[in-house]
């Protein structure tokens, strides 16, 4: 870094003579060669006083923002890809770059808006861009509290062979429900953290009996770790589902507040045909962490089990907005439309199913998925009122 | 426990009459000594056993596939295998180069075709091949076809987490699982009424105590798509078929998933739900035109008649169908127009 800011003021230096242009043109044609030549600091400089002169200057901005991104200049970045895309704004690029620097300046929640735009246009995104994206997206939405989601992006980045310490941290977080990016996880919990992470990332990779032992081990050194034995729980309902109630009960007598686990011990007790057991605990889930994706699917699959149509369908399509990757809830909405006699909409949820089912088609990231999926609260009051 | 249960129908009919019988039982007793559900559902509890799910599974002393072929042997993927019966138990054998692996076979679940469950180093494996009836012989399992063991133990069977063996046994016995745990010395092959009347037994018992009896659901209330839940539980549901993406040929087998992927399967209408065209009560009806009644519920009402013939309905829009790359044939719930050379919709 301090090499790169060296190297940087030296070209500054050499190129200063050159940035004196009488007429736009001959700067654009300047700045273009300073940027060929790689005399980057320069190339940098004439692009600023280009778009000073011309502010509607598309490729101006364009450059000032890449060359700034390559030299570390976040700030400088961000300012010209905010102007960029209000000149153009369906370049997923764009909307990339602008959002991987508000990360870096520490603008979190426009960054994560602008990943998601970046994604949401992105078809023609390098796959490594769209790796670094998804990555920086999911970090972003664990740490909004969109751990289901933000899970989904960073389980693709790991399963692309990445292991480095801040996937494996930002893995660890997301895996113990903690709403915190890697540099702002506290010192005394980056153990556990690590070790959560690890584990997780075995998970992912289908190495289960190390991922077991590993999830074994964080709950042997941090007995009461907050979200361990939902992690835990998590990992087991799939196989052991009464071992994963047992944990999820374990998580709820330490940290009663958990909905997440709430919520995991009502739909484990539906599949158990315990829906008297079940409707509590998803109701309070529900309650306690409202417009939330996992909470409303649970108690609308609780209240579909019922018999209680209405009131489930509506639980369910809030479900759906919220997190419309999530193809259990597409699902769920099917059987739910089917059952109250909406053929239509049933074939439609049908469709959508099996093709996000067979990889025909990802639901795309649309406008109130943008921040994990939160629709304003006057929709959701609306939607669950009917 | 059918339609035309009355007691089920008309709770205070089935009052009256317990009121009645317990007014004869104070004048002149005795009580029968044992009630059943054959003392009032008498046709139901007679058939019922004798169909498939009645059966669902043989235990050692009554394997009557491997009594009727003591040795059956079949080569799978550079694998010998080698099931025999001797003095009435069954073994199960698969030998390469390097040693042969015997474990003897317990469980063998299914009634025309029998996969085996076996036990092995305190796991429960099933068995790579499968007792095919319409080859009367041995095949790999379905579901299994893509997998390559790489040593006996692979060879012998494919591993079964806690939750799928507990699914099994669930599916095909009755008193194998309790409380989310393997209760197998309680095991009894196939299902009782139990299994489907939720609170059967609490109401035989309570009437048997001369008590009032809460009533069971009445699965008759079902419209489709519950039904297809219901059923799926073991037959497979769309959500469970969807959610693991098992696609192509193999899905053949999940009836409730192919019904609901028909044009004409209506999730609140009773003519397209299972016990439409089946009575669970009674074994597998096979002939063809059985079923044109329940087609002609709908069909005819709308007057969309079939240009080509108006019987036998299902010899061509449920036609028969292999399972993936086993000898087994299903017929196919996806209702539909099918024309030759048509993929098989997934």
Redesign the interface.
Known sequence: MLRALILAAVLWTIAAPGLRAATFDELAAQAAAARRANHIPEAIELYRQGVQLRASWMEGWWFLGTLSYATYQYSGCESAFDAFVKLDDKRALAWSLLGLCEFETGKYDPALDHLRQGLALGKDLPPEVEAGVRFHYGLLLSRAGFFDQGKRELERYARGGAHEPMLIEGLGLNALHQPLLPKEAPAERVDAVMQAGTAARFWILGENDKAEAGFQELLRDYPAVAGGHYLYGTYLS?????DAMAEFRRELELNPANADAGAMLALLLVY??DLPGALPYARKAAAERPAYALTEYVYGKVLLAM?DLRPAIARLETAERLDPAA??YH??L??A?????R?ED?RRE?RL??DM??GAKRPELNAQSARGGAPPPETIDKTIKQ | MTDGCPGTRQPWLVTAVWVALAGVAQAAPPRPAKVTCATCHRAEAQSQPGTAMGIGMELPANQEALQAHPKLTVEENGYHYNLERKNGAGTYTVSDASGALSLPIKYALGVHNLTFVLEYQGSFYESMVTYYQKIEGLGITMGDERIRPHNLTEAMGRKVSDQEIMACFNCHGTGGVSQGKLTLDSLRPGLTCDHCHTGADAHMQALAGGKPAPVPRKLGEMAAEEMSNFCGQCHRTWESVVGLRLFGEKNVRFQPYRLANSQCFLGDDKRIRCTACHNPHVDLVREDASYDRACLACHSATQKTCPVADKNCVSCHMPKVLAAETPALFTDHQIRVVHAGDPYPQ
């Open positions: 799939y196989a052991r589902p009464e158990a045909n018999g193809l259990e699902m769920a099917a059987g439309y089917s059952w109250a006699g053929h049933a049908r199913s099996m089912a067979t």
